[in-house]
């Protein structure tokens, strides 16, 4: 097989990326290691900044989401018993988001791909990587049980945190950055409305808890856990009751309850892997970063990335000049350490850490008095919750 652009993973930056090269005009083949079922029904975040659902919309992807997503203008912020609500176009000139599950997202461009564009191959897992430095790389992949080869002219890694594309980097060119938290998420869905019509992110002492929503219908919720927990320690009511002290407030509003109907843990880390590029073989979404999941930016990064390669890529059939593509890594990281430094930050904000001190509380405490009561505070959490442009 050959093609002009091989994609590693049919997760959002994959699925994306192929849209944005058939509308190009540049034919592409994805390789997806799971079944068509696992790709559109992996849970991850929901919130879709202005930019990423602008790009969708330009993709002709947005039908959907412009049916059923909702759009938010703010999130509230709790803490010490208060509710602070940041509106977001009113300090950002008119910015907002939209909530609308990653899930969905794969749903729409796997319904299009299908339809529409080249070869997407479900249950082909890319074993390696090869002859990246050359200008004839290769996926090699076993699809039905056979090995292949597909031959290309561009990969891109867009197979996630545990993929193989990023291993084809050599050691001596790589650097990777990383750190780890010692919590991590438990999220749940339930069958109620959700409790309040925007997310709320709330600090406890007890630790930080997040509402959020699918639907009008469906709410999504999270709660802050030791590192390593397992999902199936946490009963139902246990956790209800968990979410009631951590989101409660002083005014006496009140958690709807309902039938959970998933529970998972999320770990929480921070990783960059640099540079992007090795070669013709570049990396996009997961493959290159992880963001801890507090303000969902990482969806939003792997837009980002593959928005630049496309855009990359055919200038340089447009105009034979490689300079954009040659840009690929540094203007991809300018975007993805901004975004690090959010997602850093709103966690730190958030999250008592465990054996914090005393003195750290305060210090939490007091950067969220100076959110809810200076606007330039504010204004910086704005900008970066509906996020960084991608130009
Ligand atoms: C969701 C996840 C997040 O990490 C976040 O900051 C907001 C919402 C969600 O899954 O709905």
């Given at each position: 097989m050959r093609t002009t652009v091989g994609i590693v993973g049919a997760g959002p930056a994959g699925l994306l990326l192929a849209r944005l090269l058939h509308v190009a005009g540049i034919d592409s083949v994805v390789l997806e290691s799971r079944d068509r079922a696992y790709a559109e029904n992996r849970q991850r975040a929901g919130i879709l900044e202005q930019g990423t659902a602008d790009v969708l919309r330009a993709a002709g992807a947005g039908?959907?989401?412009?049916?059923?997503?909702?759009?938010?203008?703010?999130?509230?912020?709790?803490?010490?018993?208060?509710?602070?609500?940041?509106?977001?176009?009113?300090?950002?000139?008119?910015?907002?988001?939209?909530?609308?599950?990653?899930?969905?997202?794969?749903?729409?461009?796997?319904?299009?791909?299908?339809?529409?564009?080249?070869?997407?191959?479900?249950?082909?897992?890319?074993?390696?990587?090869?002859?990246?430095?050359?200008?004839?790389?290769?996926?090699?992949?076993?699809?039905?049980?056979?090995?292949?080869?597909?031959?290309?002219?561009?990969?891109?890694?867009?197979?996630?945190?545990?993929?193989?594309?990023?291993?084809?980097?050599?050691?001596?060119?790589?650097?990777?950055?990383?750190?780890?938290?010692?919590?991590?998420?438990?999220?749940?869905?339930?069958?109620?409305?959700?409790?309040?019509?925007?997310?709320?992110?709330?600090?406890?002492?007890?630790?930080?808890?997040?509402?959020?929503?699918?639907?009008?219908?469906?709410?999504?919720?999270?709660?802050?856990?030791?590192?390593?927990?397992?999902?199936?320690?946490?009963?139902?009511?246990?956790?209800?009751?968990?979410?009631?002290?951590?989101?409660?407030?002083?005014?006496?509003?009140?958690?709807?309850?309902?039938?959970?109907?998933?529970k998972s843990v999320t770990a929480m880390r921070s990783h960059v892997h640099e540079p992007m590029r090795h070669g013709r073989l570049f990396l996009a979404g997961d493959a290159a970063h992880i963001v801890p999941p507090t303000g969902a930016k990482g969806l939003n990064l792997a837009v980002g990335d593959v928005v630049t390669f496309a855009r990359a890529l055919t200038h340089q059939r447009d105009t034979g000049s490689s300079a954009l593509l040659d840009a690929y890594s540094a203007t991809c990281l300018r975007r993805v350490w901004q975004a690090e430094r959010f997602s850093c930050d709103m966690t730190a904000l958030l999250h008592p850490a465990p054996g914090a001190t005393p003195f750290e509380e305060r210090l939490q405490l007091a950067r969220l008095e100076r959110i809810a009561a200076s606007r330039a505070a504010e204004t910086d959490l704005a900008e970066g919750y509906t996020g960084f442009s991608f130009d």
């Open positions: 039908e959907r989401m412009d049916r059923t997503g909702l759009r938010h203008d703010g999130i509230e912020l709790r803490f010490a018993g208060r509710r602070h609500r940041v509106d977001f176009p009113a300090l950002t000139g008119g910015r907002s988001v939209t909530v609308y599950a990653q899930t969905e997202v794969c749903k729409d461009l796997i319904a299009l791909q299908l339809a529409q564009g080249g070869p997407l191959l479900f249950e082909a897992e890319a074993l390696a990587v090869e002859d990246a430095a050359t200008d004839r790389p290769r996926v090699r992949f076993r699809h039905e049980g056979v090995e292949d080869v597909l031959e290309c002219d561009y990969v891109v890694g867009c197979d996630g945190f545990r993929g193989v594309a990023r291993t084809a980097f050599p050691a001596a060119v790589t650097r990777v950055f990383e750190r780890t938290y010692p919590f991590g998420w438990l999220g749940i869905l339930a069958d109620v409305p959700p409790s309040h019509d925007e997310l709320v992110y709330a600090r406890h002492a007890r630790g930080f808890a997040l509402l959020s929503m699918r639907s009008p219908s469906v709410s999504r919720l999270y709660l802050q856990v030791p590192q390593g927990t397992d999902a199936r320690e946490w009963a139902d009511e246990a956790i209800w009751d968990e979410l009631d002290r951590r989101l409660a407030t002083d005014d006496g509003w009140k958690l709807e309850r309902g039938p959970i109907t998933q």
